[in-house]
């Protein structure tokens, strides 16, 4: 999602006429888009607005924005920081050319984020204008885009704060998302990823007729051009999961992955966390996603350290990883969130070097199959959408045949790094796998 509105805050800049650069010491603004998910990730930001107070000392000039969920949650508090010019929450980044423009004009200061963050918006364009009319591909991964199905979240886990600061749940008019899509194929886009905090629980009433996410990746699979469709996340509930499934079996375009957070395996957990479901009716549902999608790759979250966590309980998480065989899990310390039902009702009493263990035995548990599912893909041959060049600068130097190190994906979102040249970008490849890791297959490109 923030990967998302950033590359929209970015293209709606250039269009206005802006350049972007990534260097601070070039930027006439900077922006911080912010996420409030746990702590750590707002520390960081209060370490850059740190850092920028020095720059500013010297540049008094100097614009700074901070955008996204903390704007929100945080409002008129991180105004106050002598550094920031510009607040302005999830809702309002429309405004963002008008705000910069402002602020580089001298009218410092300025706070845009809604008031009243769980009211259902009324229906108002705004927003839907702007991802239509800069929701472009993604532009580190070439071909690829990403487009919100939905935005918001009505489910109120005990320890989250997405309610809170991206609002109600509202999901956006099936014509105007196929519209955008159509729009990102003619543009030579070839994967599309559906977003939602609860993508699975995507509904829109027009008339007699209902959509669901199906709907959506039936439509989108029709679209000349697009050639992977991913979704990302789901929740674990059986409203629309059959008919989910289905999609996934009988239509080619559909990505055999599913990203099903359990977030705990014991059922005191879940409920504290109130998350509706038990962990039987959890492994129920991965069950029947293998069922109806033959290899098909599934993927977790976890939450360790919840409050009232005994060793029990984490031993059923640790139960849980073991039966649900992830193709990889991303595991997370907890972190009591201010204004949640968590934080305001129960005690985060389990220390924070119990946490610490917790998350390193869950992922080396993990690991471990990981390891053992990766291995499945030892000499066969997989397609892969290729991403770009590995991150690792010395493998991906061009050798004398050309040929640097290259990282892609197959439908099962295995990574896949091999040496081919650097025009296969944002194309599809064949690679032969030659040695798996708990993470990556590496392989050699196929002719
Ligand atoms: N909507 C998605 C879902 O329900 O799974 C993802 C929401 S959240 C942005 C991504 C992950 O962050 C969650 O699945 C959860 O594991 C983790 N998370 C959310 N709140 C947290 C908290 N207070 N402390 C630690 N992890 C948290
Ligand atoms: Fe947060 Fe739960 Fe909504 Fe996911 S479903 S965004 S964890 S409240």
Request: aromatic letters at 6%; one cysteine or more; proline letters at 4%.
């Amino acid at each position: 999602m923030n990967k998302l509105d950033t590359a929209l805050v970015g293209s709606a800049l250039k269009a206005a006429g802006f350049e972007l650069t990534g260097s601070v010491k070039e930027a006439d603004a900077v922006l911080i888009n912010t996420c409030s998910v746990r702590e750590h990730a707002e520390q960081r930001v209060f370490s850059h607005l740190g850092h920028l107070k020095h720059i500013k000392e010297s540049r008094p000039a100097l614009v700074v924005g901070v955008i996204g969920c903390m704007a929100q949650r945080l409002g008129k508090q991180l105004l106050e920081d002598k550094t920031v010019d510009i607040v302005c929450g999830p809702g309002q980044i429309p405004q963002i050319v008008t705000l910069v423009r402002e602020a580089l004009d001298g009218n410092k200061k300025t706070l845009s984020i809604t008031e009243k963050i769980r009211q259902k918006p009324d229906e108002d364009n705004t927003l839907d204008d702007f991802e239509s009319a800069y929701g472009i591909e993604d532009k580190e991964i070439p071909g690829q885009a990403f487009i919100r199905v939905m935005r918001g979240c009505d489910k109120f886990c005990s320890y989250c704060v997405v309610p809170y600061v991206r609002g109600a749940e509202v999901s956006r008019q099936p014509k105007v998302i196929i519209e955008q899509i159509k729009k990102l194929a003619g543009n030579g886009v070839k994967q599309v990823t559906l977003l939602g905090q609860r993508v699975n629980a995507y509904r829109y009433t027009t008339g007699e007729k209902t959509y669901c996410l199906a709907d959506l990746l039936s439509m989108a699979s029709d679209i000349k051009g697009i050639e992977w469709i991913r979704f990302v996340t789901s929740y674990p509930s059986k409203e629309f999961f059959d008919e989910i499934l289905e999609a996934m079996a009988t239509l080619s375009k559909v990505c055999n992955y599913l990203h099903l957070p359990a977030q705990s395996g014991s059922d005191k957990i879940l409920h504290a966390m109130n998350r509706g479901y038990t962990c039987s009716e959890y492994l129920e549902l991965l069950d029947r996603a293998r069922a109806a999608a033959a290899g098909i790759a599934i993927a977790g979250d976890f939450i360790v350290g919840f409050p009232g966590e005994t060793k029990e309980d984490f031993q059923a998480t640790v139960d849980l990883v073991k039966k649900a065989r992830y193709k990889n899990c991303f595991i997370f310390k907890y972190s009591p969130r201010p204004g949640t039902n968590a934080d305001e009702k129960l005690k985060d009493n389990v220390p924070a070097e119990i946490k610490r263990k917790r998350n390193i035995e869950l992922l080396d548990v993990q690991n471990e199959i990981s390891e053992k599912l990766s291995r499945q893909s030892l000499k066969k041959t997989v397609r892969v959408l290729v991403e770009g060049l590995s991150k690792k600068p010395h493998l991906n130097q061009a050798g004398s045949e050309n040929k640097p190190q290259l990282v892609g994906r197959t439908t099962a979102d295995y990574i896949v790094v091999f040496n081919g040249p650097k025009a296969l970008a944002g194309q599809f490849a064949e690679v032969k796998i030659k040695r798996t890791s708990a993470l990556t297959l590496f392989g050699e490109l196929s002719h």
